[in-house]
């Protein structure tokens, strides 16, 4: 009987281990490549400008289905390594790029006919969820700039922004969910449109300061609770603080 019992547990713990073990491994090629690609586009580049970032933002989510509204929109955090490489060798024509952790959270309000699930829990209704969504983000936007005016040089962003899931946790208003891990209910890769405007300033030598805002419009479902027909969206409005080199 305890040989049986042994092998039941052994039956199950394997499956599971090797699904976190193929999803680790997907996720670490994940970034490897990224990395790569991003020192691709770099290397071969004469002219560019590194810089690091930590941005806070603000996040809210919007969904096809008017019984799921946003009741409260949440503060997170943009933090890594930003690169400007010189279109033709001009610094005023630039692609921007960078390998970004970025974390979102929201809270959200689900008035449904029917039970929301996640995994084997079953949600009271109407229940509020309070998100909190960590992403690698890697942009790939133009950047077109001016020249320096009184030690200012302005700029203007216009492109795309790819987003990685890496970590999701959730907790509910019936408590059923408490900081839980919601991997699986959140889609694992998101695209959007990425707009911004701000102005760097020269502190001398190759240093200077970068600030300005952003807003990003993301189009892919960024939920994927297994019993619900709608398309939840995130929205991010963020202030760009970082310094370039």
């Not at 989510?61 to 933090?79: F, H, L, R, W």
């Not at 309070?130 to 992403?135: E, G, H, L, Q, T």
């Not at 200012?152 to 987003?163: A, E, M, V, W």
Request: aromatic content about 12%.
């Amino acid at each position: 009987m305890r040989q049986i019992y042994i092998n039941v547990i052994n039956s199950i713990r394997k499956p599971l281990l090797i699904k976190s073990s193929y999803f680790c491994t997907t996720m670490k090629r994940i970034i490897i490549i990224s990395a790569l690609l991003i020192i691709s586009i770099i290397s071969p580049a004469q002219k560019l400008k590194l810089g690091l970032q930590a941005s806070p933002q603000l996040s809210w989510m919007k969904s096809t289905n008017t019984d799921i509204q946003n009741i409260e929109s949440g503060i997170g955090i943009k933090y890594g390594l930003e690169a400007d490489i010189f279109l033709f060798g001009i610094p005023r024509y630039c692609l921007n790029t960078g390998l970004f952790v970025t974390n979102h959270s929201f809270k959200a309000r689900y008035n449904l006919t029917s039970p929301v699930v996640f995994d084997d829990k079953v949600l009271e209704n109407p229940v509020s969820i309070k998100y909190k969504i960590n992403y690698i983000e890697i942009p790939l936007d133009i950047k077109l700039r001016t020249d320096q005016f009184y030690r200012l040089t302005y700029y203007g962003q216009f492109g795309l922004t790819n987003l990685i899931n890496i970590g999701a946790t959730a907790v509910s208003s019936d408590s059923k969910l408490d900081g839980a891990n919601v991997n699986e209910s959140i889609g694992f890769y998101n695209l959007g449109l990425l707009l911004g405007a701000g102005a760097e300033y020269d502190v001398g030598g190759n240093t200077a300061l970068n600030f300005g805002i952003q807003y990003a419009n993301y189009f892919l479902d960024a939920t994927t609770i297994k019993n619900l027909d709608e398309k939840t969206t995130i929205n991010t409005v963020r202030l760009v603080i970082g310094v370039m080199f």
